[in-house]
């Protein structure tokens, strides 16, 4: 902390930290958070100490539990901006989903409230999930390199580089990478 106070430099907290300071600053336990957001205790109590990485799917559960932009998780975010304006391209601001080959990084100020660019990579065979999900606002993208197959209400779309979509958020969708290499999307978000 001394040498915190020398530089005038402070980490930027880590997802857990952020989502415990949320909680506490809402004034719930985790029993509380646990039945608002429909995920376990055991499982926000392992993201708050750092112990297991969340999903996607997890983290919006959690944005929407606390009405906050699931770029409120995002690290680092606040270090880099320029005013609110300016995402450097040196700034640590990827969303740890890594576990699920599923890597993302916020090309928007976090400041921005409602929207989000971000650059999404799937690691080939990696899915949002098993099970289609949907959330408040629009999605829409523009896959840069790979293959990816997105499903919006049941419906499933095979793209390429070079193609684009765009739905509401509220319709059930997924996706997974497709092929034996990485697909590349700029995604947007707004919620």
């Not at 969340?54 to 880099?80: H, Q």
């Not at 650059?119 to 999900?133: F, I, K, W």
């Not at 793209?159 to 995604?187: K, Y």
């Amino acid at each position: 902390m001394k040498d915190q106070e020398k530089t005038g430099v402070t980490e930027s907290p880590s997802l857990g930290e952020r989502l415990r300071g949320l909680r506490k600053s809402h004034a719930l336990s985790l029993k509380e958070l646990a039945a608002r957001s429909q995920l376990s205790i055991g499982a926000l109590s392992q993201i708050e100490r750092g112990i297991s990485s969340p999903s996607v799917r997890t983290l919006n559960k959690l944005a929407t539990s606390f009405d906050v932009p699931l770029s409120y998780f995002f690290a680092g975010a606040d270090s880099d901006e320029v005013d609110g304006v300016v995402v450097r391209h040196t700034a640590d601001a990827e969303m740890k989903v890594s576990a699920q080959g599923i890597r993302k990084r916020l090309l928007t100020p976090k400041t921005l409230e409602g929207l989000q660019l971000m650059l999404v990579q799937v690691d080939p065979g990696s899915t949002s999930g098993p099970e289609a999900y949907g959330h408040p606002g629009l999605d829409a993208g523009y896959v840069l390199s790979g293959a990816l197959r997105l499903e919006v209400s049941g419906r499933v779309y095979l793209l390429t580089e070079g193609d684009s979509f765009g739905f509401p958020s509220t319709q059930p969708h997924r996706f997974e990478c497709l092929g034996g290499r990485p697909a590349e999307i700029v995604w947007v978000n707004t919620q």
